[in-house]
């Protein structure tokens, strides 16, 4: 019985892969380094992580990486989990009702520059709401890269899309 697997293990041998047919759709992973990250024997790298979520087509290792294992991300990224559309959709709309209804709060505190003693408490629950915003749209993007990963969504429309949306 194998020990000492780890997530990235785990997410090849969902993609169908043995060690040998991963690190060759893998520019930079041998089949020696990724068999020494699969047992936590080295310290994985964002690049590794790169070709690894592209090669099992799991975009969800990058937020893991960030979230559980580089040391900023810790502190910075939360750990994303994919939902269902309709429950990331719900939610958010959820959220920015709630944040609809806090905004002139928001502008009052906010109005002269300074957050009061009396403001904060406010300030800290309308900066919460804001986070979870903020959760949902990586969540929400999170969907979207592995639903164009799966190939469920035409990517090359949609990239031509976006790329005419942010001119």
């Not at 060759?24 to 068999?35: F, N």
């Not at 719900?90 to 209804?101: G, V």
Request: aromatic share 4%.
């Amino acid at each position: 019985m194998e020990q000492n697997k780890n997530i990235y293990a785990d997410a090849r041998k969902k993609a169908g892969m043995t060690q040998a047919k991963a690190s060759a759709l893998m520019d930079t992973i041998s089949e020696d380094r990724l068999a020494r990250i699969e047992k936590d024997k080295v310290n994985v790298t964002p690049e590794d992580i790169l070709e690894m979520a592209a090669a099992y087509k799991r975009p969800d290792l990058c937020n893991y990486y960030c979230a559980h294992e580089c040391a900023i991300g810790k502190q910075e990224v939360p750990a994303l989990k994919i939902s269902q559309l309709s429950d990331i959709v719900l939610n958010m709309l959820a959220s920015l009702n709630a944040m609809d209804e806090k905004k002139n709060r928001l502008i009052e505190i906010t109005a002269d520059g300074k957050i009061t003693d009396d403001e904060i408490e406010d300030f800290a629950k309308i900066q919460s709401q804001l986070d979870r915003i903020s959760i949902l749209v990586d969540t929400l993007k999170l969907w979207v890269n592995q639903t164009l990963a799966n190939g469920e969504i035409n990517q090359e429309k949609y990239k031509e899309i976006l790329a005419q949306l942010n001119k």
